[in-house]
């Protein structure tokens, strides 16, 4: 059980186009889900906390009108890199909580902008 | 802001050797997690621990969270290669879903 999906595993898209990145609880409810970014080598790096039926709480640094998230449902979260731009490339991962202190985590997207 | 730091921040050993891997913070945490992230893909839950002083093992791991609830180890007995991966500590607490993650232990087993 506690499965989380994300789709695309990976995507290759043109500077100044848009990408879209899912992520679903497969066997669970998730009223929160998170969005992570992982640098080559680091650890991960929150991004925001995407909460079902509401707007979603960004982390300090992180532009929302960039990384637009909608939490439709309580088994999808979807992260939005609009405008994306070679920096943008990177590893995303969403997790789905249950409960306070567990995550279950997607297999992440990777994402290379050109 | 909570910070967890890991040491080491690599290590490579020889299959069958053991190695111990810290978390370490100076703030409290109400309950710690310890994941394996391998290359291309997303974190694992491998345990967590929520008592102070709690020693919780999982197979050849020993994972111990301290009296203070400010470190944690984790101890691998008899690496093996499929041991390689990205161990990452993070730390929760109570009515705040969200994860501090440690910074991140790269471990590596040789044949």
């Known amino acids: 059980g506690a499965v989380v999906s994300q789709h695309p595993s990976w995507v290759i898209c043109k500077s100044g186009t848009s990408v879209k990145i899912e992520c679903r609880s497969l066997?669970?409810?998730?009223?929160?889900m998170f969005w992570y970014r992982q640098f080559p080598k680091q650890s991960l790096m929150l991004m925001a906390t995407?909460?079902?039926?509401?707007?979603?709480?960004?982390e300090q640094g992180v532009e929302k009108d960039k990384f637009l998230i909608n939490h439709a449902s309580l088994t999808l979260s979807t992260l939005t890199v609009t405008s994306a731009h070679p920096e943008d490339s990177s590893f995303y991962i969403c997790?789905?909580?249950?409960?306070?202190?567990?995550?279950?985590f997607g297999p992440g997207t990777r994402l290379t902008v050109l | 802001t909570q910070l967890l730091e890991q040491s080491p921040q690599f290590l490579s050993i020889q299959e069958g050797e053991n190695l111990t891997v810290y978390c370490n913070s100076s703030?409290?945490?109400?309950?710690l997690q310890w994941y394996r992230q391998e290359p291309g893909e997303g974190p694992v839950l491998l345990v967590t621990?929520?008592?102070?002083?709690e020693v919780k093992k999982l197979k050849r791991l020993t994972f111990q969270f301290g009296d203070a609830r400010k470190d944690s180890s984790l101890h691998i007995t008899a690496a093996q290669t499929g041991d390689t991966g990205l161990y990452l500590c993070?730390?929760?607490?109570?009515?705040?879903?969200?994860?501090?993650f440690g910074t991140g232990t790269r471990l590596t087993i040789i044949p």
């Open positions: 995407s909460n079902e039926g509401s707007k979603a709480t960004y």
């Open positions: 621990v929520v008592t102070g002083g």
């Open positions: 997790s789905a909580s249950i409960g306070w202190d567990t995550q279950y």
């Open positions: 066997d669970f409810q998730a009223t929160t």
């Open positions: 993070a730390g929760s607490n109570f009515g705040n879903e969200k994860l501090t």
């Open positions: 703030s409290v945490f109400s309950s």
